[in-house]
C-alpha cells in the first residue's frame, strides 16, 4: 500500500514527462522515454496497471531498438547554403555575387577541413609537424609549434581563397610571416585580379586534436581600397571595414557561421548529403547568459579589472542576476560558439606579461567579433570596440571579450571602475 501512495504520488508529479514519454499530447522527441527519470516512472506507471502476479507478466526479450515514428526521423526541409547565398547575392547586387563565390569555396574548404579532422588519428596527421629531414619545423611567427594539420589546414584555405575565383587578390594567414598575393600561392600571375583580400586561421585551437576535441576555421574578407593593389597596408583595415566573416566548427556536429554585415547565419554540415543546410538563420545571442569562458590558470596574471569581474561572478554578486556557468575548451571557435548559443562571455585578456593577451586581431578578434555583433552582441577590448582598433601590423594580439551584451557590458564597467588599481601597482 505505502508502495502504492509512493508511485502515485511520482506519477503526480511526472505526469508531464509521462505525458510527453508516451507521447500524449504533445510531439516531443521519443527518445525522451530513455532518461533515467522517465525510466522511473514507466516503472511505476507498470507497477499501477499491471496484475499483482507478476508471473502473469510477459517475460522480457531481447532490448528493442527504439523505434523513432516516422514524423521524428524526417530530414528537416532546410534552404542548403548554395541556395541561401543565391538568395542573398540576388537581394543585395553585383558587389555580394562576389562574395558569393568566395563564400561558396569557403563552404568546401570547411568541409574539407572537417573531413580531415576526422581522420587525423587515422591517417597519422597528428603532432607537430616534421621537415623532410624528419626534424621538427620552426616555430610559427607566434612562437607557437605548428602542428601537421595546421599545415595540411592553410594549404586547403589558400587554395581556397586563391584558386576557387577571381575574387581575392591576396591573403594573410595566421600561420605564415607575412601576406602573399594570389599571383604567389597560385603560381600564376593570372590571379592578380580580384577586388578582395582575406584572412584566416586555417585550424583554431589545433592543440584540442590530439584529444579529439573541437577546433575551428576563421576567416575574414576585406575590399581593396578603389585603385590600389594588395600591400600590407590592405591588410591593415579596421574590422568595421570588414564585408564578411565566418568560421567553422568541426565538433558534435560541423557548423559553418557566417555574416555578410547584416545578420549571423549558421549552417550545419548534413553528413548523409555532405552539404550545409540553413539549420540557424538569424542567429540572435541571449541578451545575458550564464557562461563565462576564461582561461583561469591565468588569473594570477590577469590585471585586476578582470580579477575583479571573475570574483563577483563567483560569488554571485553578478549584475546581470544570473548564476554563473564556467565553460573553457581551448579552441576559441568552440568557445565563442557556446556564448553565441548560450548566452555569457568569452574573454582572453590581457596579462600582467603580455598586455595584449593571444588572440591575433586580425586572424581572430575581428572575424568572431563581427559575428558576435551581428548576432546583437558586443566585442570589446575591455576598454573599447574591439572592431574600432586600427591594426598597426597583420599579426597584432589584442585582448578580447565577446559576448552577450550585458555581460560584456558589466566587463567594460571592472575596467572603467578598478583601472586605477593596476596604475597604482606599476
Ligand atoms: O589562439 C589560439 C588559441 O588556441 C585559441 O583558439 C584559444 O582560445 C586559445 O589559444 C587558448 O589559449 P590558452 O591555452 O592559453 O587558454
Same mark, same amino acid.
Given at each position: &500500500?505505502?508502495? &502504492?501512495?509512493?508511485?502515485?504520488?511520482?506519477?503526480?508529479?511526472?505526469?508531464?514527462?509521462?505525458?510527453? +514519454?508516451?507521447?500524449?499530447?504533445?510531439?516531443?522527441?521519443?527518445?525522451?522515454?530513455?532518461?533515467?527519470?522517465?525510466?522511473?516512472?514507466?516503472?511505476?506507471?507498470?507497477?499501477?496497471?499491471?496484475?499483482?502476479?507478476?508471473?502473469?507478466? /510477459?517475460?522480457?526479450?531481447?532490448?528493442?531498438?527504439?523505434?523513432?515514428?516516422?514524423?521524428?526521423?524526417?530530414? @528537416?526541409?532546410?534552404?542548403?547554403?548554395?541556395?541561401?547565398?543565391?538568395?542573398?547575392?540576388?537581394?543585395?547586387?553585383?558587389?555580394?555575387?562576389?562574395?558569393?563565390?568566395?563564400?561558396?569555396? &569557403?563552404?568546401?574548404?570547411?568541409? /574539407? $577541413?572537417?573531413?580531415?579532422? #576526422?581522420?587525423?588519428?587515422?591517417?597519422?596527421?597528428?603532432?607537430? +609537424?616534421?621537415?623532410?629531414?624528419?626534424?621538427?619545423?620552426?616555430?610559427?611567427?607566434?612562437? !607557437?609549434?605548428?602542428? @601537421?594539420?595546421?599545415?595540411?589546414?592553410?594549404?586547403?584555405?589558400?587554395?581556397?581563397?586563391?584558386?576557387?575565383? %577571381?575574387?581575392?587578390?591576396?591573403?594573410?594567414?595566421?600561420?605564415?610571416?607575412?601576406?602573399?598575393?594570389?599571383?604567389?600561392?597560385?603560381? %600564376?600571375?593570372?590571379?592578380?585580379?580580384?577586388?578582395?583580400?582575406?584572412?584566416?586561421?586555417?585550424?583554431?585551437?589545433?592543440?584540442?586534436?590530439?584529444?579529439?576535441?573541437?577546433?575551428?576555421?576563421?576567416?575574414?574578407?576585406?575590399?581593396?581600397?578603389?585603385?590600389?593593389?594588395? =600591400?600590407?597596408?590592405?591588410?591593415?583595415?579596421?574590422?568595421?571595414? &570588414?564585408?564578411?566573416?565566418?568560421?567553422?566548427?568541426? =565538433?558534435?556536429?560541423?557548423?559553418?557561421?557566417?555574416?555578410?554585415?547584416?545578420?549571423?547565419?549558421?549552417?550545419?554540415?548534413?553528413?548523409?548529403?555532405? $552539404?550545409?543546410?540553413?539549420?540557424? *538563420?538569424?542567429?540572435?545571442?541571449?541578451?545575458?547568459? *550564464?557562461?563565462?569562458?576564461?582561461?583561469? +590558470?591565468?588569473?594570477?596574471?590577469?590585471?585586476?579589472?578582470?580579477? /575583479?569581474?571573475?570574483?563577483?561572478?563567483?560569488?554571485?554578486?553578478?549584475?546581470?542576476?544570473?548564476?554563473?556557468?564556467?565553460?573553457?575548451?581551448?579552441?576559441?571557435?568552440?568557445?565563442?560558439?557556446?556564448?553565441?548559443?548560450?548566452?555569457?562571455?568569452?574573454?582572453? *585578456?590581457?596579462?600582467? @606579461?603580455?598586455?595584449?593577451?593571444?588572440?591575433?586581431?586580425?586572424? !581572430?578578434?575581428? *572575424?568572431?567579433?563581427?559575428? $558576435? !555583433?551581428?548576432?546583437?552582441?558586443? +566585442?570589446?577590448?575591455?576598454?573599447?570596440?574591439?572592431?574600432?582598433? #586600427?591594426?598597426?601590423?597583420?599579426?597584432?594580439?589584442?585582448?578580447?571579450?565577446?559576448?552577450?551584451?550585458? %555581460?560584456?557590458?558589466?566587463?567594460?564597467?571592472?575596467?572603467?571602475?578598478?583601472?586605477? !588599481?593596476?596604475?597604482?601597482?606599476?
Amino acid at each position: &500500500m505505502t508502495n &502504492m501512495k509512493i508511485c502515485l504520488g511520482v506519477l503526480l508529479l511526472l505526469l508531464p514527462t509521462i505525458a510527453t +514519454a508516451f507521447n500524449i499530447g504533445s510531439h516531443h522527441e521519443v527518445n525522451r522515454i530513455s532518461t533515467p527519470r522517465n525510466i522511473a516512472a514507466v516503472g511505476c506507471v507498470t507497477a499501477l496497471f499491471s496484475s499483482q502476479d507478476p508471473s502473469s507478466q /510477459q517475460p522480457t526479450s531481447e532490448a528493442t531498438p527504439v523505434k523513432l515514428a516516422r514524423s521524428q526521423t524526417r530530414k @528537416k526541409d532546410l534552404k542548403t547554403f548554395a541556395r541561401y547565398l543565391e538568395i542573398e547575392s540576388w537581394k543585395r547586387g553585383s558587389e555580394a555575387r562576389d562574395l558569393e563565390i568566395v563564400l561558396r569555396s &569557403m563552404g568546401d574548404a570547411c568541409k /574539407q $577541413i572537417s573531413r580531415i579532422v #576526422q581522420r587525423a588519428q587515422t591517417d597519422d596527421l597528428y603532432g607537430a +609537424a616534421v621537415g623532410v629531414d624528419g626534424s621538427p619545423l620552426d616555430e610559427n611567427v607566434q612562437g !607557437e609549434v605548428q602542428q @601537421k594539420l595546421d599545415l595540411v589546414c592553410n594549404a586547403i584555405m589558400l587554395k581556397q581563397f586563391c584558386g576557387s575565383s %577571381n575574387v581575392i587578390s591576396a591573403v594573410a594567414s595566421e600561420e605564415e610571416d607575412s601576406y602573399r598575393t594570389c599571383c604567389d600561392v597560385m603560381g %600564376n600571375s593570372a590571379f592578380a585580379i580580384g577586388d578582395y583580400v582575406a584572412v584566416f586561421d586555417p585550424l583554431d585551437g589545433s592543440k584540442n586534436i590530439d584529444a579529439s576535441l573541437p577546433v575551428g576555421t576563421i576567416f575574414g574578407i576585406y575590399k581593396c581600397p578603389p585603385g590600389t593593389t594588395p =600591400s600590407e597596408n590592405t591588410f591593415l583595415q579596421k574590422g568595421n571595414d &570588414m564585408v564578411a566573416a565566418g568560421y567553422c566548427l568541426y =565538433s558534435a556536429t560541423t557548423i559553418l557561421v557566417l555574416t555578410m554585415g547584416a545578420g549571423t547565419n549558421g549552417f550545419t554540415l548534413d553528413p548523409d548529403k555532405g $552539404i550545409f543546410l540553413h539549420t540557424h *538563420p538569424d542567429i540572435r545571442i541571449p541578451a545575458a547568459g *550564464p557562461i563565462y569562458s576564461f582561461n583561469e +590558470a591565468n588569473y594570477r596574471d590577469f590585471s585586476s579589472p578582470v580579477q /575583479q569581474y571573475l570574483n563577483g561572478l563567483k560569488e554571485g554578486s553578478s549584475s546581470i542576476g544570473i548564476r554563473s556557468n564556467a565553460r573553457y575548451i581551448g579552441a576559441l571557435v568552440a568557445d565563442v560558439h557556446n556564448v553565441l548559443i548560450n548566452g555569457g562571455i568569452y574573454g582572453y *585578456p590581457g596579462t600582467r @606579461k603580455n598586455a595584449n593577451g593571444k588572440l591575433r586581431l586580425l586572424y !581572430e578578434s575581428n *572575424p568572431m567579433g563581427m559575428i $558576435i !555583433e551581428q548576432a546583437g552582441g558586443a +566585442a570589446s577590448t575591455g576598454t573599447g570596440r574591439i572592431l574600432d582598433v #586600427q591594426p598597426t601590423g597583420i599579426h597584432m594580439r589584442i585582448p578580447t571579450f565577446l559576448g552577450s551584451i550585458e %555581460n560584456v557590458y558589466e566587463l567594460d564597467q571592472f575596467h572603467q571602475y578598478y583601472s586605477d !588599481e593596476d596604475e597604482d601597482e606599476t
